[in-house]
DNA sequence: CTGTTAGCGCATTCAC
DNA sequence: GTGAATGCGCTAACAG
């Protein structure tokens, strides 16, 4: 490995100079300056970022968690996650978060992040409080369901874009929907269904409306069963957290032999590609992917820098795209 | 943050002994060994990283490289990838990679990854090279269309699965197929085509079979466009080397009101969640994602501990799924 | 068995 | 403008 030594002996100048030329840049004469890059150019050198990670405390790293990567819409945000990351001068170092893996990870992420952004995923209190105090700050995508220790964090405006579709729902005569979401009260999927529900609740609009949960555990195979296991279904639309479980009773009701839209109606949250081509295609809420990973990422950042007072959470306003299983469109 | 010394001190030892405690193990004496134990417990002590990689000149992380995590197929095999690579003691370092990148990633991965797996994803010669001097092993995950210069992979026997495909098509009489691909000869996508092709030009049971092959560019926008371009299709049936392209042309047969399996049978090459799910769900080969995943990682843990003669490239069997764009199943 | 010590490659303070 | 020297946190001889 060629190093800032060999870098320095081959221009003819000491260590610290090669440091200069990399860093403080002006510092340097200039006839100097370019005799140390062509020594960088010969020698083929590339800085030791590991080295420079233990002098100036900062890895240039990033930490994403989630819980199932599988899933389309967050391998959607891993993508511009890592496109937003590389824009700062970052990289993305992706773990699969479960339970189990807390201590693993600890261990794992010990001086080697500067930041971690969960997606669709929160943390147990614990695990939080060992990145405070060690001064990672985080940034979640999708609003944590509990907030016991404050969390920065950036969402869909969920109760805005629920209200469009209620409303939709409400001119098309239905009159009582069942909500499908992840029953642990740690997912971040209830942040949503706890969207729907309180408009359900509290909205005047919608208070004639009558609701049911079903359990879908955020997973298409679980939406499936939950859907399979029903004899009847009392109700004649179905709003779901997320896309998978979307598809997942769309295959249900195709087993079943429900129609959709005519006897059911299927909504989904986040209008991954795959929604579009279902049969039928499944209405959908636009999770706008960019712009959320774009925020996490310029929200992390400026932790990382240490602006807390700030750097708030942000809400961002979806569109909805209707498709054939909704039925008829009123608007 | 709390460092080595400072569990020294507290422990009342020297600064090697907490090492020894951390990785030899057994030399030291077991009451100083708790002692040390409880020492980093009540410190809550988390070796740091960084500087144990400066050190060891190990980083324990793998670079993940691939062009598209976007694609489903690609992300779940990403799931696997860390998986595995946890399993091992390591972590992955996501990147997405186009050629414009090639320098800034020279630049994120020195001194930062102790091997790289490319997904789905070919590197120039250039880059290969560099990685090469600097000892930094690669496997890639889908054989590699050329191989200029020599390159672990693992993937799926294309012509023993293409071969099962081809038998079933003619047994329902096809005789006219199109292939679809990415027409980039450095894209793997390539390496299956080009084992189809192999198998059509020089299987004696297949050479009466005409085909041909259309610009997918193994995205779901690009084959919907290359079907949809056409006046009439000239074959009976469409082999895709990727799923998504099986999910655009389905899209575009729709659109232009051909139906399939009756006019055009599709067939994926994946097996992705989605072409399940799609209308008509769409036949697929089987890609193996957890078996090629771990083997993956294996090869590139073994390269990376210098077996350098043992390590060879391993194509795996995949199994065929049957469904209702291939038509009749004659099995 | 345990302590002392010398770097790993880099950034940076302080002289010159 | 440039160089010498220090130390980031850790591992691993080596000495005791």
Redesign the interface.
């Known amino acids: 490995?060629v190093t800032r030594n060999d870098v320095a002996r081959h221009a003819g100048v000491s260590v610290a100079v090669v440091s200069y030329v990399l860093n403080n840049k002006s510092i340097v004469k200039e006839e100097t300056r370019l005799r140390v890059l062509r020594a960088m150019e010969e020698l083929?050198y590339?800085?030791?970022?590991?080295?420079r990670?233990?002098k100036t405390k900062r890895?240039?790293?990033l930490g994403?968690l989630t819980n199932?990567?599988?899933n389309?819409f967050?391998?959607?945000i891993?993508?511009h996650l890592?496109?937003a990351a590389?824009q700062y001068g970052y990289?993305?170092?992706?773990?699969?978060y479960r339970d189990e893996?807390a201590e693993?990870l600890?261990?794992?992420l010990?001086?080697?992040v500067d930041g971690i952004i969960l997606l669709g995923q929160s943390l147990p209190d614990d695990l939080l409080d060992?990145f405070n105090?060690?001064n990672i700050p985080l940034v979640s995508i999708m609003k944590p369901a509990h907030l016991e220790i404050p969390l920065t964090y950036v969402d869909v405006d969920w109760q805005a874009a629920y209200g469009k579709i209620f409303r939709l729902l409400k001119q098309q005569g239905h009159s009582e929907i069942a909500l499908m979401s992840h029953g642990n009260s740690l997912n971040p999927l209830q942040a949503r269904m706890a969207s729907a529900i309180h408009l359900l609740e509290t909205d005047e609009s919608f208070r004639h409306m009558k609701y049911q949960v079903l359990e879908g555990r955020g997973r298409?195979e679980n939406a499936y069963h939950a859907i399979m296991q029903l004899s009847e279904p009392h109700f004649t639309a179905i709003l779901c957290a997320n896309d998978l479980m979307a598809?997942g009773t769309?295959?249900a009701c195709r087993d079943k032999g429900w129609r959709v839209p005519n006897e059911l109606a299927v909504i989904g949250s986040e209008n991954i590609?795959?929604v579009?081509?279902?049969?039928?295609p499944i209405a959908a809420v636009e999770y706008p992917r960019i712009q959320a990973a774009n925020m996490a990422v310029e929200k992390l950042i400026q932790l990382i820098g240490g602006h807390h007072g700030d750097v708030e959470s942000d809400l961002i306003q979806a569109d909805f795209i209707s498709r054939p299983s909704l039925g008829r469109d009123q608007e």
Chains 1, 2 share one sequence.
């Open positions: 490995m083929n590339q800085p030791n970022l590991t080295a990670s233990l890895s240039g790293q994403v199932f990567i599988g389309p967050e391998a959607g891993l993508l890592e496109e590389r990289m993305i170092t992706y773990h699969t893996h693993v600890k261990a794992q010990a001086g080697r060992t105090k060690r298409y598809i769309i295959a590609l795959m579009g081509e279902t049969n039928p």
